[in-house]
C-alpha cells in the first residue's frame, strides 16, 4: 500500500520559496491505477518525484508497505528505488551504448544479475512486443518502442510501485494507444501500484482513478 | 548484463570524448617516461662508455713512482688474474710541422702484453711510432708519418721538493712518428671516467722507459680480476710487491756486518723508519738511525772545509760510528781529517753553513752552531761512505768538480786535497751530529732519516740476514702509506657513471608543465565527456543506484581509460626519449660535452611512469566526480550540471586572501629593499604571493562578474566565463603558473662578468694557467724568473701578478663533467693567494670568517678533517652537500676527510676543491711544485704575456687561457639547462593554451543551443564569434598578465645585480607565441561553432 499523508513540498530561491505541493494526501493499494493531470507548472512531476523517493518533501510523508523511503540512510533509499519503485519518464531515458535487453536489464546491476532475471527481460521484452528487436540499440528505435523498453525496464524487478511521468507525452497517438494499454495491462499483471502524470486525457481515461493537482492540492479530477 | 558490460559499452560509444582523454594521459606518460628514460640512458650511455674504454680493465695500480716490471708476471700467478704493466703519464703533443698542439693528453707506454690484455691484435708499433687516440688524431689533423714531440714530466727519485731533487728539466721530449691504426678499441682506452674524448698516445714502451731513465719499470698496471675472484687482485699484488717496488731497499754490508735500509727517495718516511726499527726488533738485532747531509761548509775561525757531507746519527749509532756518545746535544764529533784542517780541538765552536730549499721556490743558506765533542780517526767503524744515501749528480760523481747538483756549487771553493779526500773516501761523512739536532736542521716533511743500519751478529752471513729482514720489513709495511693503491677502477668508473646529474630527475622538472597540462587536460575532458551524460547519472540514481554505485562505474571507465593512456603512451615515451637525446647531442649540447648519449629503453621508468601516469590520471578523474554528488536526481534527469557550491561567505574568502596575500608581497617588497630580508628570497617570495593574490582575485572576480548586467557582445563573453568559475580559474592557473616560471628562470641566466673585479668569479684574474710539470720558481719574483729563463727588466712580466697553486690531478668536479667525481682534482691556495680575500663567496660555515672567508682554511679542525673550499656550483649540484658537509677523498696515503668551510660564488673553481697549502703538503707529500696559475697584468700586455708565457714554458708544458673563457664554459651548461626547461615550459604551455581553445570549444558545444538562440534573434556570426573569442582573451590574458608581472616582480634583484639585462627577447617570444596559438584556437573554435546549423541546434539535446 502507498499512503502520502499531507504532503508539502517547496524550492528555496533567493526570491524566497515557491510552493510546489500543499498538502496533498493520498493512499493507494495493489493494483490501483491513479492518473494525475493538471496545467502544465502545477507540480505533477514534483509530487511524483516525492512519491518514488528521488525527492524528499518539505513537510508530510510517505510510506509504501509501511516503509517510508525518507527515513533511510541513502544507501538504504537507493536500494529502496531499486527494488520497490519503477520509473518512466516521458523521455524515454534509454542508455544509447546499451542494447534493449541491457537497457531493460540496468536495473538489476544493483539487484545482481543471474540467469532469472535475464529470462524476466526477455520476458518483459516479449510483453512490449520487442522480442525481435532485443539486440538493437535505442537509437534504432522509434519514440514508442523506446517507450516500451523503459516500461520493461520499470517491470523488470517487479516493483510495488510503478511511476510514470507522461510516458505518453512525446508519442504519437498510435504508439501513445500502444504503450498506455500496455502499461495498464502490465501493472495489473504484475500486481504493481500504478500512478500516471499525463496531459494526455485519452491515457487518463484509461486508469480506474483520476486526480486533479491544482494549487498543490489533489482534488477530484 | 554486469558492469563490465556497462562499461565497455560505455566506453565504445563515446570513443570520440574518451580519445581526447586517452591521448592526454598518452601525453603525460610519454613526457614522464620518456623524462625518466632519458636520465637511464644518460647513466647507461656513461656505463657503456666506462666499459668501452676500460677494456678488460678491472683494477688498476697507479703509483707516483715506478715499480718492476716483473710485478705483473709475479701477480698473475696462474690464478686467472691477468696483469699488465704499462707507463702512463699526462703529457703535451706538438706535431712538428703544422705546430698544432694538443695539452693535457695521456701518453701510455705500451707494448704486445697490452693488446694482448685486452684481447686486440698488435698494431705492431715500430720502435719510434706513436699511436693516437681518433679525437687527438682530429685535433692535431696528424697523418701518417708526421712527426711528434710528445713532452712528459720525467718523475724522479728525489722529490724536487728536496734539496737534492731537480728542480730543472723535469720533462723529456720523444719524437715520433704517427702511425695510423684502424678502429680499435684500445685507441679509447682510459683509466678515469669521463665523457668528453679520448686524447692519447699510445708510445712504446720500451722507448719511454728508455726516456726517463727507467729501466724495466712501469707507473701503472692493469688487472683483469675474474668475476669469480673477487678481491684477488689485490690479495695477488700485495703478495707479489717487494720492498723495491716501494723504493725501499735492504743492503747487506757484509764488510761492517750490517744492514742498510735505504730509499731510492734519500729519504725514508717516518711511518717507515718505524717499520725498519721494529722489523729489526723483531729479529733481535740492534739498529740506528741516520740522516746524512751537506754542508756546504764547515768552518772555524776563519778556515773552511768546503762541500762536507755531515752524519746525524742516535745515540747507539754515535757509539758504534763514532765510539763516543756524547750527551750535549750541540756536540759535533770530526773525523781527524776535517779537525786538522781546520785547526780544532775539543770544545771548539764549530759552524755549518747549509742550504735549504724552501718549498716556495727559494733557495736558502743557514748556519748552525755546534761544539767539538772529539774527533775520529777516518778508518774503521766512523770512516763508512755507505752512511750516505746515493744523490745522483753527487754521490755518483767520480770528482768534485764534477758535481752536477740542483743547488749552486762554487768550483772555486774546491781545493786540491777536498778532491783528494774525493778520491779516496768519496762519500765518507766529515762530521757526526746528534740525530735530533741534525732533524731539527735537515729534517723534511718527506723524512728525517736518509738510513737505517741493522747491526748483524758476526756468525750471521749479511745475504741471508738481509732476505729474512727483508721479508719481515715487506709484511710490516703498508702499500697504501707509499700512495701504492689497487684501485677498482671498472666499479668506481661504473659507480660514478650514475651521475652527479641525475637527467631523469631534470627532465621530469623541466616537463613538468607538459605532464600536468596534459594530466588537467585529460581530467577535463573525462569530466566534459561525464557532463555530456549529466542525464544518465540521474537515470542511474533514479533506477536505484547509490551515487558511490554509479562514482564506481564512472571510475570503471575512468581506469581504463588511463589504462589505455598509459598502455599508449609506453612506446611514445621512447620517442619522447630519443628526440630529447638528440637534442642533448645538438642543440642542447652545452649541458652534456658530449654526442654519446644514446637512448637505453629499461623496463623500470616506463613502468613507473605508466603507473604513476595511471594513478594520477585517475585521481584527477576521481576529483572531477566530486561535484556529481551535489546535482538533485531530478535535475541531473533533466541534463542540468549540478551547481558550484554556494556558500554565503565564498565570495568573501578569495577577497580576504588575495588581499592578504597581496599585504605580504608588499611587505615583503619593502623588506627587501631596505635589506631586512635577502632579497632575492624577498622578491621572489613577493612574486609567488602576487600570483596567489591575482589568482585569487580573479576569482573573487568571476563570482562578482556573474550578476553583472551584460552590455556588450564582449560582456556576453566575460559572463561566459564565470559559468565555470572552476575550469576558467583552472585554466587561467596553468598559464599563470607556466608563465611565471618561464619569466623567471630567464632570468637566471648567466651574463658575462668583469673578470678584472677582485669579486668576481675571476678574482681580478683574467687569465689563467696549469702546466704539465711543475713549476718549483715564481714566476713573478726576478729570482724566479731568473731560474726559469724568463727575460728581466721592464717586460710583461714586471707588471703581472701571479696566484700559484698546486695542483693534484683528478676527476673535474664542474658540471662540465657527466660522471661523479670519485677523485676530485685538488688545489692547494698559498698563504699569499688567501691573505688577498679575492673572489665572492656564497657561504661561509663560520661566521666570524666573513671578512676573508679564505681565512677558514687556517681552522685546524679537532677530529683531524681538513678544511677545504669549494664553489658553490660544486657543493651543491655535483658532490649533493652543503656547507660543513664533509667529502672522503684519497690522500696520498690513504683516504682522506675534507670538511667544507666556505662556498665560493660562480667562480673560477667549479672544477676542483681547495685547500691549504700546508694541508696540501701533509696530504700529498709526493706533489712538488705549483701547476696551477691565476695571472693578473694589464689588458695591453696580455696577449704578449700569454705569448711569452707559452713560447718559454712550453717545455713546462704551461697552457694560459682566459678566465672569461672558463666561467663562459660553466655558465654555458646552466645557460642550456635553462634554455631546456623555457623551451619544455613553453611547450608545455602551449599544450594547455591548445588545451584551452579545446575547452573553449566545448563549452561553446554545451551553449550552442543559447548560440542559436542568438542566431534565430538575430545576432551574426560574427557577433558570437566575438563572444567566444572574448572569453577566451579574459583566461588568456588573465593568466599571462598575472604570470609574467609576478615574475617580473620575482626576479627583478637578480635583473638589476646583472646590470638591467635580461633576455627579454627569447621570453617575448615565447609569450606572444603563446598567446598567438591561444588566440588562433579560440577563433577556430568560435568559427566552427558559429556555423552550426540553427534548427539542429536548437533541438539538440
Redesign the interface.
Known amino acids: 500500500m502507498l499512503i502520502a499523508t499531507d504532503l508539502h513540498k517547496s524550492y528555496v530561491t533567493p526570491r524566497g520559496a515557491i510552493p510546489i505541493l500543499a498538502g496533498v494526501s493520498l493512499r493507494l493499494q495493489p493494483k490501483d491505477a491513479l492518473a494525475v493531470m493538471g496545467p502544465s507548472g502545477t507540480g505533477k512531476?514534483t509530487l511524483l518525484?516525492v512519491l518514488?523517493g528521488?525527492?524528499a518533501p518539505t513537510s508530510g510523508t510517505v510510506s509504501l508497505s509501511g516503509v517510508d523511503p525518507y527515513s533511510l540512510p541513502?544507501?538504504a533509499l537507493?536500494?529502496?528505488?531499486?527494488?520497490r519503485?519503477g520509473?518512466v519518464?516521458q523521455d524515454h531515458?534509454l542508455?544509447?551504448?546499451?542494447s534493449v535487453?541491457?537497457n531493460v536489464?540496468?536495473?538489476?546491476?544493483?539487484?545482481g544479475?543471474d540467469g532469472a532475471m535475464?529470462g524476466r527481460a526477455k520476458e518483459l521484452i516479449a510483453q512490449v512486443g520487442l522480442t525481435d528487436r532485443i539486440d538493437h540499440r535505442p537509437a534504432e528505435l522509434s519514440g514508442g518502442e523506446k517507450q516500451r523498453v523503459a516500461l520493461a525496464?520499470a517491470l523488470v524487478l517487479s516493483p510495488e510501485l510503478l511511476l510514470c511521468d507522461e510516458p505518453t507525452g512525446n508519442l504519437d497517438p498510435r504508439s501513445a494507444e500502444t504503450v498506455g494499454g500496455m502499461l495498464l495491462d502490465l501493472a495489473r499483471s504484475q500486481g504493481t501500484i500504478l500512478v500516471v502524470v499525463t496531459h494526455s486525457s485519452d491515457l487518463a481515461a484509461r486508469m480506474p482513478e483520476r486526480r486533479r493537482l491544482l494549487d498543490g492540492a489533489l482534488t477530484a479530477a | 548484463m554486469n558492469a563490465g558490460v556497462f562499461v565497455r559499452r560505455s566506453l565504445s560509444h563515446y570513443w570520440r570524448s574518451h580519445a581526447a582523454v586517452v591521448l592526454g594521459v598518452a601525453t603525460a606518460v610519454a613526457v614522464l617516461g620518456g623524462a625518466l628514460l632519458v636520465g637511464a640512458s644518460v647513466r647507461e650511455s656513461l656505463r657503456s662508455l666506462v666499459g668501452r674504454r676500460l677494456g678488460a680493465v678491472t683494477h688498476a695500480v697507479s703509483f707516483p713512482s715506478f715499480f718492476r716490471e716483473g710485478l705483473a708476471a709475479d701477480a698473475e700467478r696462474g690464478e686467472g688474474l691477468r696483469a699488465c704493466p704499462l707507463v702512463s703519464l699526462r703529457g703535451v703533443v706538438t706535431t712538428e710541422a703544422s705546430g698544432r698542439r694538443g695539452a693535457g693528453i695521456f701518453v701510455y707506454g705500451v707494448d704486445s702484453r697490452f693488446f694482448a690484455f685486452h684481447g686486440q691484435p698488435d698494431p705492431g708499433l715500430g720502435a719510434r711510432e706513436a699511436i693516437l687516440s681518433p679525437a687527438l688524431a682530429d685535433e692535431l689533423l696528424a697523418a701518417q708519418g708526421d712527426t711528434l714531440l710528445v713532452r712528459v714530466e720525467r718523475t724522479e727519485d728525489v722529490s724536487p721538493a728536496t734539496l737534492f731533487g731537480r728542480k730543472d728539466d723535469l720533462g723529456r721530449t720523444l719524437r715520433l712518428k704517427a702511425r695510423e691504426a684502424p678502429t680499435a678499441a684500445w685507441r679509447e682506452f682510459s683509466l678515469r671516467p669521463g665523457q668528453q674524448e679520448v686524447r692519447a698516445v699510445f708510445a712504446p714502451l720500451a722507448l719511454l722507459q728508455k726516456a726517463l731513465d727507467r729501466g724495466d719499470q712501469a707507473n701503472t698496471l692493469l688487472l683483469a680480476e675474474p668475476a669469480s675472484a673477487p678481491g684477488l687482485a689485490e690479495r695477488a699484488v700485495q703478495e707479489a710487491l717487494r720492498l723495491e717496488d716501494l723504493g725501499v731497499r735492504v743492503r747487506p754490508l757484509a764488510e761492517r756486518r750490517a744492514l742498510s735500509v735505504e730509499s731510492t727517495r734519500a729519504l725514508l718516511t717516518d711511518p717507515v723508519a718505524e717499520a725498519a726499527r721494529r722489523a729489526a726488533a723483531a729479529l733481535s738485532r740492534p739498529s740506528f738511525e741516520v740522516l746524512t747531509y751537506l754542508a756546504n761548509g764547515i768552518r772555524h775561525a776563519g778556515r773552511e772545509v768546503p762541500y762536507s757531507l755531515v752524519a746525524g746519527l742516535d745515540e747507539a749509532g754515535l757509539r758504534a760510528v763514532t765510539g763516543l756518545a756524547p750527551a750535549d746535544p750541540e756536540a759535533i764529533v770530526l773525523s781527524d781529517w776535517t779537525a786538522r784542517d781546520l785547526g780544532v780541538r775539543a770544545g771548539d765552536p764549530i759552524e755549518l753553513d747549509y742550504y735549504v730549499w724552501r718549498e716556495e721556490g727559494a733557495l736558502e743558506t743557514k748556519t748552525a752552531t755546534f761544539r767539538l765533542a772529539g774527533t775520529v780517526p777516518l778508518s774503521g767503524s766512523s770512516a763508512d761512505p755507505d752512511l750516505t744515501p746515493s744523490y745522483p749528480g753527487i754521490t755518483d760523481s767520480l770528482h768534485l768538480s764534477d758535481w752536477d747538483p740542483p743547488f749552486p756549487v762554487d768550483l772555486a771553493r774546491i781545493r786540491p786535497r777536498d778532491e783528494d779526500y774525493w778520491r779516496d773516501h768519496r762519500t765518507t761523512p766529515k762530521a757526526f751530529v746528534p740525530l735530533a739536532r741534525a732533524q731539527s736542521l735537515f729534517g723534511h716533511r718527506l723524512g728525517r732519516v736518509s738510513s737505517l743500519r741493522v747491526l748483524l751478529p758476526a756468525e750471521e752471513p749479511a745475504s741471508e740476514a738481509s732476505t729474512r729482514y727483508a721479508s719481515g720489513l715487506r709484511g710490516s709495511l703498508d702499500p697504501t702509506a707509499f700512495g701504492f693503491f689497487v684501485e677498482p677502477v671498472r666499479a668506481r668508473g661504473l659507480e660514478a657513471a650514475t651521475g652527479s646529474t641525475d637527467f631523469g630527475e631534470y627532465f621530469t622538472y623541466f616537463s613538468f608543465f607538459i605532464v600536468v597540462s596534459a594530466l588537467l587536460l585529460a581530467a577535463m575532458f573525462f569530466r566534459l565527456g561525464i557532463e555530456q551524460r549529466v542525464a544518465e547519472i540521474g537515470l542511474l540514481q533514479a533506477l536505484g543506484f547509490s551515487s558511490r554505485r554509479v562514482l564506481s562505474l564512472s571510475l570503471r571507465e575512468g581506469a581504463v581509460l588511463a589504462a589505455l593512456g598509459s598502455l599508449l603512451g609506453v612506446p611514445l615515451a621512447a620517442g619522447y626519449a630519443a628526440l630529447v637525446l638528440l637534442a642533448l647531442r645538438t642543440v642542447w649540447r652545452g649541458a652534456v660535452g658530449t654526442d654519446a648519449l644514446r637512448l637505453h629503453v629499461a623496463g623500470a621508468p616506463l613502468v613507473a611512469a605508466a603507473v604513476g601516469g595511471a594513478l594520477v590520471a585517475l585521481l584527477a578523474v576521481a576529483f572531477t566526480l566530486r561535484a556529481f554528488r551535489r546535482g538533485s536526481v531530478r535535475s541531473l534527469l533533466g541534463g542540468e550540471l549540478p551547481p558550484p557550491r554556494q556558500r554565503a561567505a565564498a565570495g568573501k574568502l578569495p577577497l580576504a586572501l588575495g588581499l592578504s596575500a597581496l599585504a605580504v608581497a608588499v611587505g615583503l617588497l619593502a623588506a627587501g629593499a631596505a635589506g631586512r630580508v635577502p632579497r632575492a628570497g624577498a622578491f621572489f617570495g613577493a612574486g609567488a604571493c602576487l600570483l596567489a593574490a591575482g589568482l585569487l582575485l580573479f576569482w573573487r572576480w568571476l563570482r562578482g562578474h556573474a550578476r553583472r548586467p551584460v552590455e556588450s557582445l564582449a560582456g556576453l563573453g566575460l559572463r561566459s566565463a564565470t559559468q565555470r568559475p572552476g575550469r576558467s580559474l583552472l585554466c587561467v592557473s596553468l598559464v599563470a603558473g607556466a608563465t611565471f616560471i618561464i619569466v623567471s628562470v630567464g632570468a637566471f641566466r648567466h651574463r658575462d662578468e668583469n673578470v678584472r673585479d677582485p669579486r668576481s668569479g675571476a678574482g681580478g684574474y683574467p687569465l689563467f694557467a696549469e702546466s704539465l710539470l711543475p713549476v718549483v720558481y715564481p714566476l713573478d719574483t726576478p729570482a724566479g724568473r731568473e731560474a726559469l729563463g724568463l727575460p728581466e727588466g721592464d717586460g710583461v712580466f714586471a707588471r703581472v701578478s701571479v696566484a700559484r697553486f698546486r695542483l693534484r690531478p683528478g676527476d673535474d668536479a664542474s658540471c662540465l663533467n657527466l660522471y661523479r667525481p670519485g677523485q676530485p682534482r685538488i688545489l692547494g691556495a698559498t698563504v699569499a693567494f688567501r691573505e688577498q680575500g679575492r673572489f665572492r663567496f656564497a657561504a661561509t660555515a663560520d661566521a666570524t670568517a666573513t671578512a676573508n672567508p679564505w681565512t677558514a682554511l687556517d681552522t685546524k679542525l679537532a677530529d683531524g678533517a681538513v678544511p677545504a673550499i669549494a664553489d658553490l656550483n660544486t657543493i651543491t649540484y655535483v658532490l649533493h652537500k652543503k656547507v660543513g658537509d664533509e667529502v672522503v677523498v684519497e690522500g696520498g696515503r690513504g683516504p682522506v676527510r675534507l670538511r667544507l668551510v666556505a662556498a665560493l660564488s660562480g667562480s673560477l673553481f667549479q672544477s676542483e676543491l681547495i685547500v691549504g697549502e700546508s694541508d696540501f703538503l701533509a696530504l700529498f707529500p709526493d706533489d712538488a711544485g705549483y701547476r696551477f696559475f691565476l695571472l693578473e697584468a694589464p689588458k695591453d700586455a696580455e696577449p704578449a704575456l700569454v705569448a711569452e708565457l707559452e713560447t718559454r714554458l712550453g717545455d713546462q708544458g704551461l697552457d694560459v687561457a682566459a678566465s672569461a673563457d672558463r666561467l663562459a664554459a660553466f655558465a654555458a651548461v646552466e645557460n642550456t639547462y635553462l634554455e631546456t626547461f623555457q623551451a619544455l615550459g613553453g611547450l608545455g604551455l602551449l599544450l594547455g593554451t591548445v588545451g584551452l581553445g579545446a575547452v573553449l570549444l566545448r563549452n561553446a558545444l554545451e551553449r550552442r543551443r543559447e548560440m542559436a538562440l542568438a542566431r534565430a534573434v538575430g545576432f551574426r556570426r560574427s557577433q558570437l564569434r566575438i563572444v567566444i573569442l572574448a572569453e577566451n582573451l579574459l583566461l588568456l590574458v588573465a593568466g599571462l598578465g598575472t604570470g609574467a608581472l609576478s615574475a617580473a616582480v620575482a626576479v627583478l634583484p637578480a635583473v638589476l645585480e646583472r646590470g638591467g639585462h635580461m633576455p627579454v627577447l627569447p621570453i617575448a617570444t615565447l609569450l606572444l607565441a603563446v598567446a598567438g596559438a591561444g588566440i588562433l584556437a579560440s577563433a577556430l573554435a568560435a568559427t566552427w561553432v558559429s556555423r552550426f546549423p540553427l534548427l539542429r541546434s536548437l533541438r539538440a539535446d
Do not use: D, K, M
Open positions: 512531476s518525484y518514488g528521488l525527492e541513502e544507501p537507493a536500494a529502496f528505488r531499486n527494488r519503485v520509473f519518464f531515458c542508455l544509447p551504448q546499451l535487453l541491457e536489464l540496468l536495473p538489476t546491476l544493483v539487484a544479475s535475464t525496464r
